[in-house]
């Protein structure tokens, strides 16, 4: 079964900097089936990259994803105060079907 | 607009059973499939299931395989989950969210159902 591991688990930057989150698999992601969303306090998630490196509908291009096999990393540039959420990766289309890493928090103060 | 809604917040005694539904307008229902999500306090996402409206289709996370079930009306484009036999772990957030394969991921999320199991 696939694991993912996020890291940092908690990040803090300021406005303007630029993050970048990793989510490591423990096993190659097929064909690169790598999502991340964004979940903002009292939220539902938010899709952001689908197929590693997509932006979702409407997603600014301050969000990049990247990476393939077992590394892929989410990069937001030019931080606002509102990019403070907890960020999570996922796979899919591998055994088990869906599966979440636990969470990066970004703090924007 | 695309959207799903789900039903009000419930509380439960351990043992019980529970079920959401949710309600979805401004796409064809049975282009999509439904998948439910939750999310339990100082935790993170874990997917509890997938059904296609279009034919029934299931698929259940091996977790949740025997206390769960999915369902989905066309006639009223509404989706349901029902977990059944709860435990006190099993409070959480329940998000049903539109998957944009068998299950693949998800573009689209309602706003979410507490569902908390106390005695």
């Known amino acids: 079964e696939i694991v993912l591991t996020q890291s940092p688990g908690t990040l803090s930057l300021s406005p303007g900097e630029r993050a970048t989150l990793s989510c490591r698999a423990s096993q190659s992601v097929s064909n690169n089936y790598l999502v991340w969303y964004q979940q903002k306090p009292g939220q539902a998630p938010r899709l952001l990259i689908y197929?590693?490196?997509t932006r979702a509908t409407d997603i600014p291009d301050r969000f990049s994803g990247g990476g393939s096999g077992t590394y892929f990393t989410l990069t937001i540039s030019r931080l606002e105060p509102e990019d403070s959420a907890v960020y999570y990766c996922q796979q899919y289309g591998s055994s088990p079907p869906v599966i979440f890493g636990q969470g990066t928090h970004l703090e924007i103060k | 607009q695309a959207q799903l809604v789900e039903s009000g917040a419930e509380v439960k005694k351990p043992g019980a059973s529970v079920k959401v539904s949710c309600k979805a307008s401004g796409y064809t229902f049975t282009n999509f499939g439904i998948s439910w999500v939750r999310r339990a306090p100082g935790q993170g996402l874990e997917w509890l299931g997938w059904i296609s409206p279009y034919n029934g289709e299931r698929n259940y996370a091996q977790k949740f395989q025997g206390r769960v079930s999915m369902t989905t009306d066309t006639s009223t484009t509404t989706a349901y989950m029902e977990l059944r036999s709860l435990r006190v772990d099993d409070t959480a957030v329940y998000y049903c969210?539109?998957?944009?394969?068998?299950?693949?991921?998800?573009?689209?999320w309602g706003r979410g159902t507490l569902v908390t199991v106390s005695s």
């Open positions: 197929a590693a490196s």
């Open positions: 969210v539109r998957d944009q394969g068998d299950p693949w991921y998800f573009d689209l």
